[in-house]
Nanobody, 119 residues
Framework: QVQLAESGGGLVQAGGSLRLSCAAS????????MGWFRQAPGKQRELVAS???????NYADSVKGRFTISRDNAKNTVYLQMNSLKPEDTAVYYC?????????????WGQGTQVTVSA
């Protein structure tokens, strides 16, 4: 079993910064992808950023140049540094861990943390 513990989030003014953290524990194998998704009210959950255990990173176009994802493999922790925040970044942010053990792909989710950006 895998558990994800998120921290960070909160209320910030536009232009400000926040840092999210997510620590994974349990049966975590070598190859995995960790990332952050977000869901705003009335909208679908969307990928914000992800990073593989080999440090390949992927970002949504809307956050490129403002958000930075990183991970500490020794701690099984992923971070999301969010700068130049905009009101449209307001959402519940979910940590995700994807384990790839062919032919299986298993997704695990954190409980979500609220990020609110005021204008």
């Amino acid at each position: 079993q895998v558990q994800l513990a998120e921290s960070g989030g909160g209320l910030v003014q536009a232009g400000g910064s926040l840092r999210l953290s997510c620590a994974a524990s349990g049966s975590i194998f070598n190859f995995n992808v960790m990332g952050w998704f977000r869901q705003a009210p009335g909208k679908q959950r969307e990928l914000v950023a992800s990073v593989t255990s080999g440090d390949t990173k992927n970002y949504a176009d809307s956050v490129k140049g403002r958000f930075t994802i990183s991970r500490d493999n020794a701690k099984n922790t992923v971070y999301l540094q969010m700068n130049s925040l905009k009101p449209e970044d307001t959402a519940v942010y979910y940590c995700n861990l994807r384990l790839v053990i062919p032919p299986r792909v298993d997704d695990y989710w954190g409980q979500g943390t609220q990020v609110t950006v005021s204008a």
